[in-house]
């Protein structure tokens, strides 16, 4: 089955959604009359943009259009798109390559076993749509209940979402999960079709109130490395440096890594970086 009618949806909701969150007054424009919507009007953003107010509402409307890279990056800077943002939405409109779908994800037994190398650090690896492929023992105890899911692979983003006990060990549950989700929304545009991901965001969707309304704001974000404040069932709140590695042969599935930054590396830790 053709996956551009849903990716033309999703373009259109993508633009829409940043074009409504610019004001006039961030552009340089004027402010003329009053607005029924929010942000800036498709006339204001085709003229920011140097093409056509009509050609910009076909676009917008998801009709079958043929867009170029030129004009594309046009609107990526009058939207004042990030790199990560410009990428997707090129992506969207048919101007990177799509990744294969995978019915199934697997690791492989040399990359499944690092986790385990890497004890006592929390130490997991995520597939494209963050189901736990392989992980350590303690990621299972900083994580209470992630790597028990019943009748279906463990997977993090569900776990967020619809875990009670995430809210009391994600000390800031909602940017982070707010983070989360603008990540899988960028991993699940590059595989619009696949059932994994269908499967997941309707499962999110139904259980999760913070997910119905924050997925039609339609944030995007690329996966990194970074800090977090997580809740240790035994040791309590510990602020960890976490590092993010995109295996070589499989860029979807991701090696992360917590380091307990408040200790100070003694040249005995499995890792030094996060």
């Not at 607005?35 to 079958?64: F, K």
């Not at 969207?92 to 697997?106: F, I, N, R, V, Y």
């Not at 890594?257 to 970086?273: H, I, L, Q």
């Amino acid at each position: 089955m053709s996956t551009q009618p849903d990716r033309r949806r999703q373009l259109s909701e993508f633009l829409r959604s940043r074009r409504e969150r610019l004001t006039p007054d961030e552009v340089g424009l004027p402010r003329t009359g009053r607005r029924r919507t929010p942000g800036l009007r498709r006339e204001e953003l085709a003229l920011l943009a140097g093409i056509s107010a009509t050609w910009y509402t076909y676009l917008e409307q998801g009709r079958e259009i043929r867009v170029s890279e030129q004009v594309l990056n046009a609107l990526a800077t009058a939207l004042r798109l990030d790199r990560h943002e410009r990428g997707h939405l090129l992506h969207l409109a048919g101007h990177a390559p799509a990744a294969e779908t995978e019915e199934l994800e697997s690791v492989t037994a040399e990359a499944g076993a690092v986790p385990l190398l890497l004890q006592p650090n929390p130490a997991y690896i995520i597939g494209g749509n963050y189901d736990v492929l392989s992980h350590n023992q303690a990621a299972h105890e900083l994580f209470p209940g992630l790597i028990t899911e019943a009748g279906r692979p463990a997977n993090f983003v569900r776990w967020v979402f619809l875990e009670p006990v995430a809210r009391t060990v994600l000390v800031d549950w909602e940017p982070e999960a707010r983070g989360l989700l603008g990540r899988l929304r960028t991993l699940a545009a590059r595989h619009s079709g696949d059932p994994r991901y269908t499967r997941l965001i309707e499962d999110l969707n139904e259980g999760s109130p913070e997910v119905r309304k924050w997925w039609p704001q339609y944030e995007v974000q690329a996966r990194h490395s970074g800090r977090k404040q997580l809740r240790h069932p035994q040791r309590g709140a510990i602020d960890y440096a976490y590092t993010a590695f995109h295996l070589a042969e499989q860029p979807d599935q991701t090696l992360v890594v917590y380091v307990d930054s408040s200790e100070p590396p003694d040249g005995s830790a499995a890792v030094t970086g996060g």
